[in-house]
Each structure stands twice: as structure tokens, then as C-alpha cells.
Nanobody, 124 residues
Framework: QVQLVESGGGSGQAGGSLRLSCAGS????????MAWFRQAPGKEREGVAS???????DYADSVLGRFDISRDNYKNTMYLRMNRLKPDDTGMYYC??????????????????WGKGTLVTVAS
């Protein structure tokens, strides 16, 4: 059974940094195409960053240059380093695993498994 557990959320100040972690189990982690999504109150879930098994990385335009996604296949853990935080970064952040046939593209419809999320709140 696939399990994804996010941690590291919390409150931050605009201009500050936070690091999220996602610990995975129940699947072949090193081959997984994974991504971070977020959902702000009253808005749709949106893709933030993705990382494939061969470290092909995509970022949403809104976080490009500020966020850094990475993975540690030995620890079965994915990370999202969030720098220069903005109030618009506030939301629930979800870890995800794409299906084997998915092309990713930061689209939610290709995701097979979701974590329960971790809340990030950025004050101005």
C-alpha cells in the first residue's frame, strides 16, 4: 500500500524560507515520478514542482527561481525548499506520485497517489 507523508509545513514570514519533506513507502521509490501540488482556500489544486526518476524537473511559473525540488532515493524522501516566500504561497501542500503512463506536466489528473497534505501559511 502506497503511503506518502508530508512534513515541514507551518507559518512563515514573507521573504522567509520553509522546507517540506515527503516520505514515501509501498512502491518503487527510485522509479517514481513525483510532484508537489498546493491548494489555496477557495482555489483549485495546482502543480508546483515535479521531479522524475532521472531528475527531470519542472516548476510552475509562480515558483520558478524561488522553490527547489529534490529527492533522496536512499531515504525514499522528496523535498521542496521554498525561498522568498510570498503570502500567495499560502495553502495546503500535497505530495504525489504519478501513474506509470502519466506525462506529468504538473497536471493533477495524472496522479495515482496523494499524501494528506501539510499546511503552509505565509504572513505579509
Amino acid at each position: 500500500q502506497v503511503q506518502l507523508v508530508e512534513s515541514g509545513g507551518g507559518s512563515g514570514q514573507a521573504g522567509g524560507s520553509l522546507r517540506l519533506s515527503c516520505a514515501g513507502s509501498g512502491y518503487t521509490y527510485r522509479r517514481a515520478y513525483m510532484a508537489w501540488f498546493r491548494q489555496a482556500p477557495g482555489k483549485e489544486r495546482e502543480g508546483v514542482a515535479s521531479i522524475s526518476s532521472d531528475w527531470s524537473i519542472d516548476y510552475a511559473d509562480s515558483v520558478l527561481g524561488r522553490f527547489d525540488i529534490s529527492r533522496d532515493n536512499y531515504k525514499n524522501t522528496m523535498y521542496l525548499r521554498m525561498n522568498r516566500l510570498k503570502p500567495d504561497d499560502t495553502g495546503m501542500y500535497y505530495c504525489s506520485v504519478y501513474g506509470d503512463s502519466s506525462c506529468g506536466d504538473l497536471r493533477a489528473d495524472g496522479v495515482d497517489h496523494w499524501g494528506k497534505g501539510t499546511l503552509v501559511t505565509v504572513a505579509s
